[in-house]
């Protein structure tokens, strides 16, 4: 239990931690490493029960109709926006303050991602600038729930019902996330999971699509496994012997059943570790609000669920003498790991090189791309862990004040 902690700093008492806090190590249960032992021995490793059975809790846990496991959540995004024939000459709308897969995938299908700048307070896509880049050449629209914080999906649905196009959400970070009531995943047309090992439902690599479209479940499935028709990996099995067609030049993008068996566990506990970071949410907001020099994540809006997968705070530039990484290099020389989520897409190289775009255009997404550190939130985290994290955070502010 992390509760009610309160963190006084002294510089006479500081003393720096003795081994190295990583940033979000998973949290694994008996439970997992017997699940899957007992794959192994099963030998059926690849996509098989394990991973149907996933696919069956995952779309029970998120309220939608359909779950469809793929090997990441890039190969998720991929896939759906394949499955709604998104190719050259469409245009889709995403946030540039995200991780580069949410793009990338945009220029896997041919299309070309532009982008639209974030609200100042929630740092996730604003949605009256995504209106204001709609074009004749729209598809779609990709929202990205940033660290856990779901993006005004309400609005985002009418936008895109006024304007006819498709919504893909990137719920990366957002498996627990609830906007207005409704639970992430069983609102946009397609919505796709990461279960990277450093995410809420680990497998080490893996992802998940969901959606309440038949239409859609039929096209992505294929898709996931060769273009293959039919539930193709059931050709081996003892139901009966029937010959595949390939009916599209589909991926390799099936998760295995021994990935699954790590998800089945994981996703078991995934509202208990929610409770967990959740008290390490609140240390850390408690602990930090009076520091003048950072500014703490917004409140959560009401009706809303923060999947909290993310702690991220803004460093004052103005009033510091160091830029952002030098300030993320002297909190790993107090032992703390920490991380930045996200340097913005549009100013990465091969962005500037394709689109054209470059420093300046999204404003509100460079000023907190700057100023981002994410301080360790993890389910394994201890009481000690937490103190020491806001013990250093407080030690390197006093160190680079102006
Ligand atoms: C991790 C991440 C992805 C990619 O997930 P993979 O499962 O590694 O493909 C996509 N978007 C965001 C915002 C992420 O953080």
């Keep these: 239990m992390i509760k009610d902690i309160k963190v006084e700093y002294n510089s006479k008492t500081y003393k720096k931690r003795k081994k190295f806090l990583g940033f979000g190590a998973p949290y694994i249960g008996e439970e997992e ?29 998120v309220g939608s109709k359909h779950a469809i496991a793929v090997n990441s959540a890039t190969a998720g995004l991929h896939t759906s926006l ?15 303050l995200t991780f580069v897969a949410s793009a990338n995938v945009i220029i896997h299908c041919g299309a070309k991602p532009v982008f639209a700048d974030v609200e100042k307070d929630t740092w996730n896509i604003d949605p009256r600038e995504i209106e204001k880049k709609i074009t004749k050449k729209t598809r779609a629209i990709l929202p990205v729930h940033l660290h856990g914080r779901p993006c005004r999906m309400d609005e985002i649905m009418s936008l895109a019902k006024k304007h006819k196009l498709f919504v893909v959400e990137d719920a990366a970070h957002a498996v627990e996330a609830i906007q207005k009531g409704k639970k992430v995943g069983s609102i946009g047309h397609l919505t796709a999971f990461s279960f990277y090992v450093t995410k809420n439902v680990a497998t080490g690599e893996g992802g998940m699509i969901t959606t309440n479209i038949k239409r859609l479940v039929d096209k992505a499935s294929v898709l996931r496994l060769h273009g293959l028709s039919r539930d193709a990996w059931k050709r081996y099995s003892k139901t009966g012997f029937s010959l595949y067609e390939a009916v599209v030049p589909g991926y390799k993008y099936n998760l295995t059943d021994i990935a699954s068996s790590l998800g089945l566990h994981q996703l078991r506990r995934v509202e208990k570790n929610l409770k967990i970071r959740k008290q390490i949410w609140d240390a850390y907001s408690k602990n930090l609000s009076n520091e003048p020099l950072l500014t703490l994540p917004s409140p959560i809006e009401s009706g809303d669920r923060h999947a909290m997968h993310l702690f991220a705070v803004l460093l004052d530039l103005k009033n510091i003498k160091v830029a952002r990484n030098e300030f993320v290099d002297m909190l790993i020389k107090e032992n703390i790991g920490s991380g ?26 460079e000023f907190v791309g700057e100023r981002i550190v994410s301080l360790p939130i993890a389910a394994n985290l201890t009481e000690k862990d937490v103190k020491d994290v806001v013990l250093a955070v407080k030690k390197v502010l006093r160190k680079v004040s102006k």
């Design 33 to 61: 490493i017997r699940e899957v032992v007992d794959t192994i021995r099963s030998g059926w490793w690849t996509t098989g029960p394990k991973t149907h059975q996933f696919e069956e809790e995952f779309k029970n846990y």
């Design 82 to 96: 394949t499955s709604l024939g998104i190719g050259p000459g469409d245009e889709v709308i995403t946030t540039p």
């Design 340 to 365: 930045v989520h996200f340097s913005p897409v549009h100013t990465q190289p091969i962005y500037r090189k394709m689109f054209g775009y470059k420093k300046g255009d999204f404003p509100i997404a």
